[in-house]
T-cell receptor, first 115, second 111 residues
Framework: DTEVTQTPKHLVMGMTNKKSLKCEQH?????MYWYKQKAKKPPELMFV???????INESVPSRFSPECPNSSLLNLHLHALQPEDSALYLC??????????????FGSGTQLSVL | SQQGEEDPQALSIQEGENATMNCSYK?????LQWYRQNSGRGLVHLIL?????REKHSGRLRVTLDTSKKSSSLLITASRAADTASYFC???????????FGTGTLLAVQP
């Protein structure tokens, strides 16, 4: 199994809602990532978990809250988002903890719209 | 923060032609990777070239790296309509998980 599975594929939420994005991989990878991608722009790194511990937070606003319940799962909890947070949210994983030196496996993403 | 810039921003070619995309970056790197993204989908890893390598091939793909010029190129030979996608370079520095993507090239291959 070489897949990273993200759910839901599409999400529409109001600014007062609380929702969660989910990501799962069963490749035994030890690092997992959240990227945010606006239309026609490159993915921007948000968070990195290495061995289930948060290792990188790219100064992301606290309305985004990541969680890594175990080595296969990664969640992104969303609360009080703004319309400008509308984007494609991509989850990725890599085998080791030095992910910059190895390839990332990406999920298909969650297309988020904040109304 | 953005590390790489790619050019051209967009490229349109006919099926069977070769496509060349360039990536320039700003600081020293351990490796450089290329990814493909079909519209609205996840990214797919194409090739990784390490800083001590100058050229790498994978099927119809050829990647070069010139660390003195801080640049890389991706050549797709004998292009197909299915190669239509955005192509991103990504650079990694140090023993970290921080992989930063360039601005991307949108390739359209006309049948």
């Amino acid at each position: 199994d070489t897949e990273v599975t993200q759910t839901p594929k599409h999400l529409v939420m109001g600014m007062t809602n609380k929702k969660s994005l989910k990501c799962e991989q069963h490749m035994g990878h030890r690092a997992m990532y959240w990227y945010k991608q606006k239309a026609k722009k490159p993915p921007e790194l948000m968070f990195v978990y290495s061995y289930e511990k948060l290792s990188i937070n790219e100064s992301v606003p606290s309305r985004f809250s990541p969680e890594c319940p175990n080595s296969s799962l990664l969640n992104l909890h969303l609360h009080a988002l703004q319309p400008e947070d509308s984007a494609l949210y991509l989850c990725a994983s890599s085998h080791g903890e030095a992910g910059a030196n190895e390839k990332l496996f990406f999920g298909s993403g969650t297309q988020l719209s904040v109304l | 923060s953005q590390q790489g810039e790619e050019d051209p921003q967009a490229l349109s070619i006919q099926e069977g032609e070769n496509a060349t995309m360039n990536c320039s970056y700003k600081t020293s790197i351990n490796n450089l990777q290329w990814y493909r993204q079909n519209s609205g989908r996840g990214l797919v890893h194409l090739i990784l070239i390490r800083s001590n390598e100058r050229e790498k091939h994978s099927g119809r793909l050829r990647v070069t790296l010139d660390t003195s010029k801080k640049s890389s190129s991706l050549l797709i030979t004998a292009s197909r309509a299915a190669d239509t996608a955005s192509y991103f370079c990504a650079t990694g520095r140090g023993a970290t998980n921080k992989l930063i993507f360039g601005t991307g090239t949108l390739l359209a291959v006309q049948p």
